[in-house]
């Protein structure tokens, strides 16, 4: 269950001024402990704004090939169509110091015009 900033911020209170252990206190709150740690840590770290919900995905992902680099694989493999592309993959890491371990992929993905 996600919980709003303003709830979490409530949760700490609770937990900071009961007069039981936290342990107990999220115990009751059927809060885990590694879950109300993390906020706390934000907390403490960034205050109130700190406890808003990030977004799950991260900005880039790690195995796609950025668009320039992308475009500049095509247009190796335009002027080079005799090379395989695992040849394709390792010519253009040789020369552009960019690996690339399946530029198959490329023109399965890319719209065509």
């Not at 252990?21 to 907390?43: E, M, V």
């Not at 090939?65 to 247009?75: A, C, S, V």
């Not at 253009?92 to 490329?106: A, C, H, K, L």
Request: hydrophobic share 35%; proline share 8%.
């Amino acid at each position: 269950m996600r919980y709003p900033a303003s709830e979490k911020l409530e949760i700490i209170r609770l937990v900071e001024q009961s007069h039981l252990s936290a342990r107990r206190t999220l115990q009751k709150l059927g809060i885990p402990r590694s879950t109300f740690n993390r906020w706390y840590d934000r907390f403490l770290a960034g205050g109130v704004d700190a406890l808003e919900d990030r977004r799950p995905r991260p900005n880039r992902v790690w195995n796609r090939i950025p668009e320039e680099k992308r475009d500049q694989i095509i247009e190796l493999a335009l002027n080079e169509p005799e090379l395989s592309p695992r040849e394709l993959a390792v010519t253009f890491t040789d020369t552009r110091g960019y690996f690339v371990s399946n530029p198959q992929s490329i023109a399965c993905s890319r719209p065509t015009t």
